[in-house]
C-alpha cells in the first residue's frame, strides 16, 4: 500500500439551506486501498463523496485529491479519477458499446473498449441498448464508464444497491481486480457484509460525522466481543443483570429483548437462559451470530443501518 | 484487470452529437414530429384552404306579390343564389348568416344587411348591379374580365414558410430546450461532467445536430410544397437554406436558454409552451401578422420567428435577395447571440 494519501479532507461541512448535511467530517484515505463510507441513508454520505468529486461545492473544509485542489486541477483531476454515480441513468437508446466509446472519448487514455467489456462481462451485450439492460447489467456498465480513462482513484456510490445476490458478487469481484492493480477505491454502502468484503478500512458516518474508523476487523474488536447473543421474551426485559454477567461487553435493548456482545458464546449463553428460567420468563425467540459491522454501527448510534 | 492504456483517439464532439444523433432517430415519436407532424399540416391545411370556384352570393327576396320579376332578374345572375322568403324567416336567414342580403322589393327598393360583414357588402354591389341592369339600365363604358388565379398567391403558398419557421423553432425549443432539461432530470448531464469532457463540445452537439437535421427537413419540406401544391420559390435556394440554418441556430439558442436552468420536465414544457405558442399565434404562421394592429407591429416584427418566416416568405414568394432581409438576419442574430450568451453563463450543470 502506498504511504501518500489518495483523499484528504479536513473539516469538511455541507449546509443545504438550514439542514447540515456533513458537519465537520474528516477523511483520509491512503493510495491502494478500498475505503469504504458505511452508514444509513441520509447519512452524508454521498454528499461527501460528491465533494470529494468535485461535482459538489463544499460550505467549509478542505479537499485534496490526488495531491490536486478542484479548484486548481479540475480538468486534470477528471482524467486520473472514475466516478459512478448512485442510480446513473446513462442514454436509453444507446447501445451498450456506443455508451462506452462515448465516454472513452472524453478521456485522453483509457483501455480498448473490448477489454472493458470483457472486463465487466458485458461483450455479448454489446449491441443491446441500456434500457434493455439488467440492473446488475446497467450497474456493471456504470462502473465499466468509471473505468474508461484508466483511474488512480475510482469512486463507488452505492454500487450494488438494490441488486440481486449473484449480480453483487458480480460486482464485487470486478471491485476486487481493480483493487489487485494497486489502484485506490472509495466506496459508499449500507450493506455491512460488502463493506467486510471489500474494505481494507472503513468509516462509519452518521449525522455527517465519521464516529468510527479503522479495519473491518478492529471495529468489530472494538465491541469487546465477538459474537452476539439475541433474544426476545413475553414482555420487557431489564437491561441490569445483563450487565452484570461474565463476559457481557455490551448491552443494547430491541423491542422485547436484548443483544448482547459477548467474548465466547458457550459461557454466557446457559447464564442468560438460567436467568430467564429463574425469573419465570419464557423466550420468544433467541438467535447467536458473530459480531458484524452492523452490531458496531448498533453498538455506537443504538439504531440499525437500515432503520 | 487489463486497464492497459491506449492512446487511440475518437472526438468527443463527433461522438456528443453522434449520441443526440442516435437517441433522435431512435425515437419513432420525434421524428414524426419533426418530418411528418409538418408535412401532414401542410397537406391538410393545403387542402382545406385549396381555391375553389367563387362562391355565390346568397340572397333573400321577401315574398311579396309584384316582386317575382325581381326574384327571376336575380335568379337569372350566375354568381347569385336566391330564396324566396317571408319577411319574418327573411330576417333569421340574415341573423343566421344564411343569406347576405335580404331585398325588398316594394320601391324604394331597400337592401338589409350589415355593413361590417365583407360578403354582405359584396352582396348589395353584385345585386344592386343585377336589378339596375333588369331595370333598363345601360352601362356607358364597355368592360372585359380576365380572370387569373397565379401559384404564388394562394394561402399554401402563403402557408409553406410559415410551416417551415414553425417547424425550425419547434426543433429548437423542443430538440434542444427540452431534451437538455430531460438529461438533467435523468442525471446524465451530472454524469457527463463528471468526466474530462469538455462542457463547450457538450452544448456544440446540440446545435450541430440541429443544423443537421435542418439540412434534411428543410429540402423535404420545400421540395414537398413544391411538388404537391407547386408552391413557387423564386428567390435563391441558397439564400433560402442559409435562413433556415441561421433561424436553426437561433431558436437553438433560445432552446439553450429555456433549458439552462430548469429542474423538472414540466417547468421545461411549460417554458417552452409560454414561449412558442404566442408566436405561433403572433408571427404570421397561419396568417399574416399585418392583421394585428399597428401599435403592436414593432412588437412582432422584433419577435425571432416573425423575422425568420418574412425573410423565408419574401425569398420564396418575391425572390428578395439578402438586402431585402437583411433587417429580419439582423433580428435573428441578435436573439440568436443573446440567448447563447446568457444561456452558457446561466447552465446548471448539476
Known amino acids: ?307 | 484487470m487489463e486497464l492497459n492504456r491506449t492512446t487511440e483517439h475518437r472526438h468527443p464532439l463527433g461522438q456528443l452529437s453522434l449520441m443526440r444523433f442516435r437517441i433522435f432517430v431512435r425515437e419513432p415519436a420525434v421524428l414524426f414530429w419533426t418530418y411528418g407532424f409538418p408535412l401532414l399540416l401542410a397537406l391538410v391545411l393545403g387542402s382545406a384552404f385549396r381555391n375553389r370556384p367563387p362562391e355565390p352570393v346568397e340572397v333573400a327576396v321577401i315574398a311579396t306579390t309584384g316582386a317575382e320579376d325581381c326574384r327571376d332578374a336575380l335568379a337569372r345572375t350566375p354568381s347569385v343564389r336566391v330564396r324566396w322568403l317571408n319577411a319574418q324567416d327573411a330576417r333569421a336567414a340574415l341573423r343566421a348568416g344564411k343569406v347576405s342580403l335580404v331585398v325588398e322589393p316594394d320601391r324604394p327598393r331597400t337592401y338589409q344587411f350589415d355593413p361590417t360583414r365583407p360578403e354582405s357588402r359584396l352582396a348589395r354591389a353584385v345585386v344592386d348591379d343585377a336589378l339596375q341592369r333588369a331595370d333598363g339600365r345601360v352601362d356607358p363604358a364597355p368592360v372585359k374580365d380576365r380572370l387569373v388565379t397565379e401559384p404564388g398567391s394562394r394561402y399554401i403558398d402563403f402557408l409553406i414558410p410559415g410551416l417551415l419557421g414553425f417547424n425550425l423553432m419547434q426543433g429548437g425549443l423542443w430538440g434542444v430546450g427540452f431534451m437538455i432539461v430531460d438529461m438533467r432530470v435523468r442525471k446524465l448531464i451530472k454524469r457527463l461532467t463528471a468526466t474530462p469532457m469538455s462542457r463547450a463540445d457538450f452544448l456544440l452537439s446540440f446545435v450541430l445536430v440541429r443544423a443537421l437535421f435542418l439540412i434534411v427537413e428543410l429540402p423535404i419540406l420545400i421540395g414537398f410544397a413544391h411538388w404537391v401544391f407547386g408552391v413557387p420559390i423564386r428567390g435563391s435556394l441558397l439564400l433560402l437554406l442559409a435562413l433556415g440554418i441561421l433561424g436553426s441556430l437561433v431558436f437553438a439558442g433560445i432552446g439553450l436558454l429555456l433549458g439552462a436552468r430548469p429542474k423538472t420536465t414540466q417547468t421545461a414544457a411549460g417554458l417552452v409552451n409560454l414561449v412558442s405558442l404566442p408566436m405561433i399565434v403572433c408571427s404570421g404562421v397561419f396568417f399574416s401578422a399585418a392583421r394585428f394592429p399597428d401599435v403592436f407591429q414593432p412588437v412582432l416584427h422584433a419577435l425571432p420567428l416573425t423575422a425568420l418566416i418574412e425573410s423565408m416568405r419574401t425569398v420564396m414568394l418575391d425572390g428578395a435577395g439578402l438586402v431585402a432581409v437583411a433587417g429580419q438576419v439582423l433580428v435573428m442574430l441578435l436573439w440568436g447571440g443573446f440567448c447563447f450568451v446568457v444561456a452558457l453563463r446561466l447552465f446548471r450543470w448539476q
Open chain 1, 1 to 307: 500500500m502506498d504511504r501518500t494519501p489518495a483523499i484528504r479532507c479536513r473539516a469538511l461541512v455541507k449546509d443545504y439551506g438550514s439542514l447540515r448535511a456533513v458537519d465537520g467530517l474528516d477523511l483520509e484515505v491512503m493510495g491502494g486501498e478500498c475505503f469504504g463510507l458505511l452508514g444509513p441513508n441520509g447519512a452524508g454520505k454521498t454528499t461527501t463523496v460528491e465533494i470529494l468529486e468535485g461535482l459538489l461545492e463544499a460550505t467549509a473544509g478542505t479537499v485534496e485529491v490526488l495531491g490536486c485542489t478542484w479548484r486548481r486541477d479540475a480538468r486534470r483531476l477528471r482524467e486520473r479519477i472514475g466516478i459512478s454515480l448512485q442510480e446513473t441513468n446513462l442514454a436509453d437508446k444507446l447501445t451498450v458499446e456506443e455508451t462506452l466509446v462515448l465516454f472513452r472519448s472524453f478521456y485522453a487514455a483509457g483501455p480498448e473498449i473490448e477489454s472493458l467489456l470483457e472486463l465487466v462481462s458485458l461483450t455479448d451485450k454489446r449491441a443491446t441498448w441500456y434500457t434493455k439492460l439488467s440492473g446488475g447489467q446497467k450497474q456493471r456498465l456504470a462502473v465499466a464508464c468509471a473505468l474508461v480513462g484508466a483511474p488512480e482513484l475510482l469512486f463507488l456510490d452505492e454500487p450494488t444497491t438494490g441488486l440481486d445476490p449473484q449480480s453483487r458478487r458480480q460486482l464485487w469481484a470486478l471491485i476486487e481486480r481493480f483493487k489487485a492493480e494497486g489502484r485506490t477505491v472509495l466506496l459508499t454502502t449500507h450493506y455491512m457484509d460488502e463493506a467486510e468484503r471489500l474494505c481494507d478500512r472503513v468509516a462509519i458516518v452518521d449525522k455527517g460525522k465519521v464516529i468510527a474508523l479503522g479495519t473491518p476487523r478492529e471495529l468489530i474488536q472494538s465491541l469487546g466481543g465477538t459474537e452476539v447473543i439475541e433474544f426476545t421474551c413475553d414482555g420487557a426485559v431489564e437491561e441490569a443483570w445483563a450487565k452484570a454477567l461474565p463476559g457481557v461487553h455490551a448491552v443494547k435493548s430491541r423491542n422485547d429483548g436484548l443483544a448482547l456482545t459477548v467474548e465466547q458464546l458457550h459461557k454466557t449463553l446457559p447464564l442468560v437462559l438460567a436467568h430467564l428460567q429463574r425469573a419465570g420468563r419464557a423466550l420468544t425467540g433467541l438467535s447467536t451470530h458473530h459480531a458484524t459491522l452492523e452490531d458496531v454501527f448498533v453498538n455506537l448510534t443504538g439504531r440499525h443501518l437500515r432503520d
